[in-house]
């Protein structure tokens, strides 16, 4: 089974800009499609953004639309989400996922593999 590791979370300003690396290990991911994930506190885990397995198709929550883009390297086993003009409401802790299937889907079941998480804070 594969293993998601996140990085590049941190404490940032409102209008500021962090990338998000998700590295897989243990399994290639490139047949997989990809999806970030975040759950702030009392709220349920949402999906913020989804890749297919070759990246021609992306889902993104209407909130982040314009801001946030979601890539990967296949060739690197290595997910990656650009997040800009980050808001307040941003803050939540991001979660990595492989999809069990190649296609853009964004239901929490349909992902077999999650990350650990990576907390981003956005400060007003």
């Known amino acids: 089974q594969v293993q998601l590791v996140e990085s590049g979370g941190g404490l940032v300003q409102a209008g500021g800009s962090l990338r998000l690396s998700c590295a897989a290990s243990?399994?290639?991911?490139?047949?997989?499609?990809m999806g970030w994930f975040r759950q702030a506190p009392g709220k349920e885990r949402e999906p913020v953004a989804v890749?297919?397995?070759?990246?021609?198709?992306?889902y993104y929550t209407d909130s982040v639309k314009g801001r946030f883009t979601i890539s990967r390297d296949n060739a690197k086993n290595t997910v990656y989400l650009q997040m800009n003009s980050l808001r307040p409401e941003d803050t939540a802790v991001y979660y990595c996922?492989?999809?069990?299937?190649?296609?853009?889907?964004?239901?929490?079941?349909?992902?077999?593999?999650w990350g650990q998480g990576t907390q981003v804070t956005v400060s007003s």
């Open positions: 243990g399994s290639t991911i490139s047949s997989n499609a």
């Open positions: 996922a492989a999809h069990r299937r190649k296609v853009v889907t964004i239901m929490s079941t349909d992902f077999g593999s």
């Open positions: 890749i297919s397995w070759r990246g021609g198709s992306t």
